[in-house]
């Protein structure tokens, strides 16, 4: 049996310990007994960013946007299908700018839609600009290989 991967749950925030092997079976938290992963991207505010965001094994790709933003609001079913994708072996977040300034401002957001991947917290990548399908993933892949 491998080491276990620390999985913050995207409802309760609690931490989660799933064997590596067993990632890919659709776990459940342990205190809310809901899914892990719903192949829908979590909603980031400042009450579960360190949480969801900064503690954990997997990776967490989060997309800065806002509702006011035309590019933001092209490019949010892109990243709704990729969460399905790619869960779980990352996270996927969308974090509203406007709602959270203090987050937008602790990432230095200067454009949006802006990605940043993060790995335990800490920036790996970031990409400004709203991508195709075939771009997001060309970013996930380099960016999960950097990391």
Do not use: Y
Not at 31 to 38: H, P, S
Not at 48 to 68: C, K, Q, S, Y
Not at 80 to 105: N, S, W
């Amino acid at each position: 049996m491998s080491t276990p991967l620390a999985i913050p749950c995207p409802h309760c925030n609690a931490l989660n310990r799933v064997p590596a092997e067993r990632v890919g079976e659709h776990p459940n938290c342990g205190r809310c007994k809901q899914a892990l992963f719903d192949g829908h991207p979590v909603e980031l505010t400042s009450a579960n960013f360190e949480a969801i965001a900064a503690r954990g094994d997997l990776p967490v790709l989060v997309d800065f946007w806002a509702p006011w933003c035309g590019p933001c609001v092209g490019f949010a079913p892109v990243f709704v299908q990729a969460a399905g994708e790619f869960e779980p072996r990352l996270r996927l977040a969308k974090l509203d700018t406007e709602a959270q300034p203090q987050l937008a401002q602790r990432f230095n957001i200067r454009s949006i839609p802006t990605l940043v991947m993060l790995k335990q917290g800490r920036e790996i990548a970031r990409q400004s600009g709203a991508l195709n399908a075939a771009q997001l993933q060309q970013f996930i892949e380099g960016s999960l290989a950097r990391g």
